[in-house]
């Protein structure tokens, strides 16, 4: 299958600190990326949908200027926890399609601990 | 929007038993639906997907089978081994758009 790369892997960080994960698309282009939040023991929820060149869509209670969301190219899409907060703590997964057959390929997740 | 609902929360089988994961979802223009397979601490693996065109389709161990008329779909693995010990996660998708929805996930425990 296709291979998504996200890094870092896991990252600790200040409480009032920004941080940013990177999702790449290793072997195909990805028009359009996807990013999820995961807490202990439940599903992923979605937090925004990213389409290269063009604003991200988030989903409703997500707020957008905490998690900034730029997909600037066709391989790659970054998410940026800005001030972050020790409630933001989480495991941080990108996704991305490979098109219009609707598979969908998971990066290996970044977890963020926030002091 | 849809709503995607999983079952059993937890699985504990014997190694070499077989063990199966229910899915029900309520959109009926829904017609991808795919399994996936996550590890402690990593994102989540594709591991078997169906399309509505189709009643069940068979990957070594694991197949998967769909009733569009009761909206329901259904992971099968036979065999199991300890390294299927994972958590297991159904979704459904229209491919007319983006958004895929996940069913709360199924931790599977196979003991040797």
């Known amino acids: 299958g296709a291979v998504v790369s996200q890094h870092p892997s896991w990252v600790i960080c200040k409480s009032g600190t920004s941080v940013k994960i990177e999702c790449r698309s290793l072997?195909?282009?990805?028009?359009?990326m996807f990013w999820y939040r995961q807490f202990p023991k439940q599903s992923l929820m979605l937090m925004a949908t990213?389409?290269?060149?063009?604003?991200?869509?988030?989903e409703q209670g997500v707020e957008k200027d905490k998690f900034l969301i730029n997909h600037a190219s066709l391989t790659l899409s970054t998410l940026t926890v800005t001030s972050a907060h020790p409630e933001d703590s989480s495991f941080y997964i990108c996704?991305?399609?490979?098109?219009?057959?609707?598979?969908?390929?998971f990066g290996e997740g970044s977890r963020l601990t926030v002091l | 929007g849809e709503n995607v609902e999983q079952h059993p929360s937890t699985l504990s089988v014997q190694e070499g038993d077989s063990a199966v994961i229910k899915c029900t979802y309520s959109?009926?223009?829904?017609?991808?639906f795919p399994w996936y397979k996550q590890e402690l601490g990593k994102g989540p693996q594709l591991i078997i997907d169906?399309?509505?065109?189709?009643g069940e389709k068979k990957d070594q161990r694991i197949a998967v089978t769909l009733n569009k008329t009761a909206k329901h779909f259904s992971l099968h693995i036979t065999e199991t081994q300890p390294e299927d010990s994972a958590v297991y996660f159904c979704?459904?998708?229209?491919?007319?758009?983006?958004?895929?929805?996940f069913g709360t996930g199924t931790r599977l425990l196979v003991s040797p």
């Open positions: 996704s991305a399609s490979t098109g219009g057959s609707g598979e969908l390929f």
């Open positions: 072997d195909f282009q990805a028009t359009t």
């Open positions: 990213s389409n290269e060149g063009s604003k991200a869509t988030y």
């Open positions: 959109d009926s223009a829904s017609n991808y």
């Open positions: 169906i399309r509505s065109n189709v």
């Open positions: 979704a459904a998708k229209n491919t007319g758009f983006q958004k895929l929805v």
